[in-house]
T-cell receptor, first 114, second 112 residues
Framework: SAVISQKPSRDICQRGTSLTIQCQVD?????MFWYRQQPGQSLTLIAT?????????ESGFVIDKFPISRPNLTFSTLTVSNMSPEDSSIYLC???????????FGPGTRLTVT | KQEVTQIPAALSVPEGENLVLNCSFTDSAIYNLQWFRQDPGKGLTSLLL?????REQTSGRLNASLDKSSGRSTLYIAASQPGDSATYLC???????????FGGGTRLMVKP
């Protein structure tokens, strides 16, 4: 398993600003992921954060809106850029561990955009 | 594109009942399948992972089965307890990185 922390746990931001969310893991992992959970919805994968290379984005998500960094095997950041109220969601990072890539999730960052 | 459906969407039962939560997915070319639990305002807790070559996995009162060819997985909860109240999410993974696609979840309420 893995212990994952996220900062901030929640934030209220104004339209047009950007927020950077941090994800820290207690061990080195190859696979890190960022998900979004919109109000009342299930989780949707935003991107896979690759160490040493650009992130791989899912359909509907673009780097200009959600830039991701992965400077080492224990840390990643997700930035939500030029925010609008539609970006109000919970953002979760996860890691895949072991031979099965079983995924473990951080506690999430609850973002409200006003 | 993988689509995941969970039935029922919500379930309310008295304590002690045995439960069946269903998950179906459209693309059988999965790497693994995970079941998660999500408590209100909290993150996700991994319950069980079934590898694509396996038929079932068990952990305590939980048993998950996988029929990959028909695109189905089932989570059995034995002797339900009020502490089992949560939303249960099914998520098949694709590729070697196990990128997950989530179902809409089953919201479970177990009444004392």
């Amino acid at each position: 398993s893995a212990v994952i922390s996220q900062k901030p746990s929640r934030d209220i931001c104004q339209r047009g600003t950007s927020l950077t969310i941090q994800c820290q893991v207690d061990s080195q992992v190859t696979m890190m992921f960022w998900y979004r959970q919109q109000p009342g919805q299930s989780l949707t994968l935003i991107a896979t954060a690759n160490q040493g290379s650009e992130a791989t984005y899912e359909s509907g998500f673009v780097i200009d809106k959600f830039p991701i960094s992965r400077p080492n095997l224990t840390f990643s950041t997700l930035t939500v850029s030029n925010m609008s109220p539609e970006d109000s969601s919970i953002y979760l990072c996860s890691v895949g561990t072991g031979n099965t890539y079983e995924q473990y999730f951080g506690p999430g960052t609850r973002l409200t955009v006003t | 594109k993988q689509e995941v459906t969970q039935i029922p969407a919500a379930l309310s039962v008295p304590e002690g009942e045995n439960l069946v939560l269903n998950c179906s997915f459209t693309d059988s070319a999965i790497y693994n399948l995970q079941w998660f639990r999500q408590d209100p305002g909290k993150g996700l807790t991994s319950l069980l992972l079934i590898q694509s070559s396996q038929r079932e996995q068990t952990s305590g009162r939980l048993n998950a089965s996988l029929d990959k060819s028909s695109g189905r997985s089932t989570l059995y909860i034995a002797a339900s307890q009020p502490g089992d109240s949560a939303t249960y999410l099914c998520a098949p993974g694709r590729n070697a990185g196990n990128m997950l696609t989530f179902g809409g979840g089953t919201r479970l309420m177990v009444k004392p």
